[in-house]
């Protein structure tokens, strides 16, 4: 049975199944509190409530493995190796069960200082390492927490479609960078 109670201007939510161990967590939205309740309901319903990540799982600890035994199997490139990089620095400590949509987005704005195209890259490739970590290594971890981090990012006006080009380089353009590479190539 869950409940949502407002606290100041948050929301809590609290999930208690008999058997289970109890889950709360708050959200500055109701509907996102709702949202966090039911699927956790679901999880007790379909016997995965047993899979809640222990204090002791990090974020960075599950980014580690992810590139230890999924990089050689799908290889990891330059960008996403540094977006881990940079995940696994600000994250590194945050227990999985404790990261919540808040968390993310002041990673996003606070720490990393991104928005639009690079906050939802930043955003995607840590939704991929914690879906493996719950679909391969059964650790309980939320990635519809970074769903509704995206959601907020959205509100905020901060994960907006990149600007698209819709213009060609004029004659005299193409004709200075022309130059500009062949006295570049010229030094080396």
């Known amino acids: 049975m869950s409940s949502i109670i407002a606290v100041g201007d948050k929301w ?10 109890d889950q709360t967590r708050t959200f500055p939205t109701k509907i996102l509190a709702e949202k966090w309740s039911r699927e956790v309901e679901r ?11 222990p204090t002791t799982v990090t ?3 599950l980014i580690d493995r992810y590139t230890e035994e999924i990089g050689p ?10 977006v881990l990089k940079l995940l696994k620095l600000h994250l590194e400590t945050v227990p999985v069960a404790t ?15 991104v928005k639009d195209v690079t ?5 995607t490739y ?10 391969l290594w059964k650790v309980g971890t939320v990635p519809e927490a970074v769903e509704d981090a995206r959601e907020m990012l959205k509100y905020m006006g901060l994960a907006q479609r990149g600007q ?25």
């Open 126 to 135: 840590l939704k991929g390492v914690l879906r493996v970590a719950r679909a």
């Open 164 to 188: 698209e080009r819709d213009r060609r380089p004029t004659g005299p353009e193409l004709a200075l960078l022309r130059d500009w590479f062949g006295k570049c190539s010229e030094r080396h």
């Open 43 to 53: 999880q007790v319903d379909h016997g995965r409530a047993g899979q809640f990540a």
């Open 73 to 82: 199997i799908k290889p990891i490139g330059k960008n996403k190796a540094s």
């Open 119 to 123: 906050a939802a890259i930043d955003l």
């Open 12 to 21: 809590r939510a609290q999930v208690r199944r008999k058997g289970y161990k």
């Open 99 to 113: 990261l919540t949509a808040d968390r993310i987005v002041h990673y996003i704005t606070k720490e990393r200082c």
């Open 59 to 61: 974020v960075g600890k």
